[in-house]
């Protein structure tokens, strides 16, 4: 078995956006003696934002580094090694990197599951601090900004010195402290792919996609949480007919003249519509068989 920690750096990294500049890879054996360490440069724009002050790589070295898709073919061979335990300092910021970067250039996105060092420590210690120079210093560890590849190197000489005191092997640490501690990428993919689809959503929302004309104008309509998380494939359908028609989504319930309900009782947007006699309640299916005449509007409302 061997340990191999990994980390992401970015020049960018806002909302549903990052724009990934360097990766490093630690490989280290069941002795924790590392065998291989990278630090590749991805070519990026300079840091901005408040990365500007953070970011310690030099521009220049970011403007005639390889492309991503050149780097990610040796991200894509790490990631498939096997009889390997997968650690870094917060793993799921590093799958999120790769998933948005990766959904940029149109690959598919990197399966693994690796633990978080901090999870895997607090289940070993109490450690109220996240900095990773900070967990280092609790246990009397070099963290050199510096050294090549600090970053990585750190999470191994933190799991090195843990299981050298403890006397335990790396699997024995990690069937003691590693519930709670494992990561998975597609879970973090998910998550991301549903931000991006969110971001979407709120153009419904925004009104700028109404139409000026249809059977829905003047109308207002709201919808379970549901669907614009878990079931927004169905979010997006809802959203494209009601202003195709002419109507207005809202996150309001108690603004709506219509609240399109998916069944669960415990929806937080039901609550306030309990005792509005002119929300009309409906199912999905029933939107696009609605008689609009059927019911009295309150566009007041």
């Not at 501690?181 to 931000?195: K, M, Q």
């Not at 008689?291 to 409302?301: G, K, N, P, R, Y």
Request: with cysteine.
């Amino acid at each position: 078995m061997k340990l191999v920690a990994f980390d992401t750096g970015c020049s960018r990294d806002y909302n549903n956006f990052c724009e990934m500049c360097l990766f490093g890879f630690v490989i280290a054996n069941e002795n924790f003696e590392i065998e291989t360490s990278e630090y590749m440069f991805i070519k990026a724009n300079k840091p901005t934002g408040r990365l500007r002050n953070i970011v310690r790589v030099d521009s220049k070295k970011l403007s005639i580094a390889p492309d991503y898709g050149v780097v990610r073919k040796i991200i894509s061979q790490i990631f498939g090694l096997e009889d390997v335990v997968f650690i870094a300092h917060s793993p799921e910021n590093n799958f999120r990197h790769l998933c948005i970067m990766d959904r940029r250039y149109g690959i598919s996105p990197i399966k693994c599951k690796a633990y978080d060092v901090l999870v895997l420590l607090r289940n070993y210690v109490n450690i109220p601090l996240y900095s990773l120079s900070d967990i280092a210093g609790t246990f009397g560890i070099k963290f050199d900004h510096s050294e090549s590849n600090h970053r990585a190197k750190t999470c191994i000489r933190i799991v090195e010195y843990i299981c050298k005191e403890e006397r335990i092997s790396l699997k024995q640490f990690i069937e003691v402290c590693g519930r709670g501690a494992l990561v998975d990428s597609e879970i973090v993919n998910h998550r991301v792919l549903i931000a991006f689809k969110q971001k979407r959503m709120e153009l419904f929302y925004s009104g700028k996609m109404v139409a000026k004309n249809g059977k829905f104008s003047n109308m207002k309509f709201a919808m379970s949480e549901s669907f614009e998380n878990e079931n927004i494939e169905v979010g997006f359908r809802i959203g494209e007919y009601v202003t195709h028609n002419g109507g207005i989504m809202t996150k309001r319930s108690s603004e709506a003249n219509v609240f399109i309900w998916d069944g669960n009782a415990t929806s937080k947007r039901l609550g306030p519509i309990y005792s509005m006699n002119h929300i009309k309640v409906i199912k999905p299916s029933e939107l696009f068989t609605i008689d609009v005449a059927a019911f009295s509007l309150d566009c007041s409302q």
